[in-house]
């Protein structure tokens, strides 16, 4: 389904593309923009496809993929350790999470979170501590391509603590929301 029509001119701004640019991009008249964007002209069905299409290859190529946003190398947790031993890792990297992994997979993630759910249901501080990270842990971040788009990538953000990033066949970075933070204003 296509974006409203109305959106292209707010679009084509936030590009700070001028008609012309966008037109040429899209193998469209300049006048066919500006008509449509005055609202004199209801673009036909394969002309919209064409100006969104460009314009959405235009704000990909303005926009870093997961790869080049990704922390190399995944810090992570093992099912099979304590929650003590993980809460260690995790302030020694000042992390507020971390993945777990079993072998070379991720399968949950440990959270402040998901720690301070446990001591308010009255889980003592020792047994806690005590327990694996597999009785405590939550879901696993989900994981996308290097070449994954940041807004794909911060949609994501909206419902997970991280996304891991994966190159070929193997986990090689994770993004949190602090390194979305981190690109404002660059």
Request: no cysteine.
């Amino acid at each position: 389904m296509l974006p409203s029509i109305q959106e292209i001119k707010a679009r084509r701004k936030k590009l700070s593309l001028t008609q012309s640019q966008l037109a040429k991009e899209a193998g469209v008249s300049q006048s066919l923009i500006a008509k449509i964007e005055a609202g004199t002209l209801d673009a036909s069905y394969s002309n919209a496809v064409r100006i969104f299409s460009a314009i959405e290859r235009m704000e990909q190529k303005i926009t870093p993929p997961a790869g080049q946003i990704m922390h190399a190398g995944v810090v992570h947790i093992k099912t099979t350790d304590s929650v003590g031993k993980a809460l260690k890792l995790m302030k020694s990297h000042d992390f507020s999470q971390v993945p777990a992994y079993e072998g070379t997979h991720p399968v949950g993630s440990l959270s402040d979170k998901t720690i301070l759910d446990k001591i308010t249901a009255g889980v003592g501080m020792k047994e806690l501590s005590d327990m694996t990270v597999a009785d405590v842990m939550g879901d696993g971040f989900p994981v996308v391509d290097e070449k994954t788009p940041l807004p794909a990538v911060s949609s994501l953000l909206n419902y997970h603590f991280a996304v891991l990033v994966r190159k070929r066949d193997k986990i090689e970075g994770i993004i949190t929301k602090a390194d979305l933070m981190k690109l404002v204003g660059k």
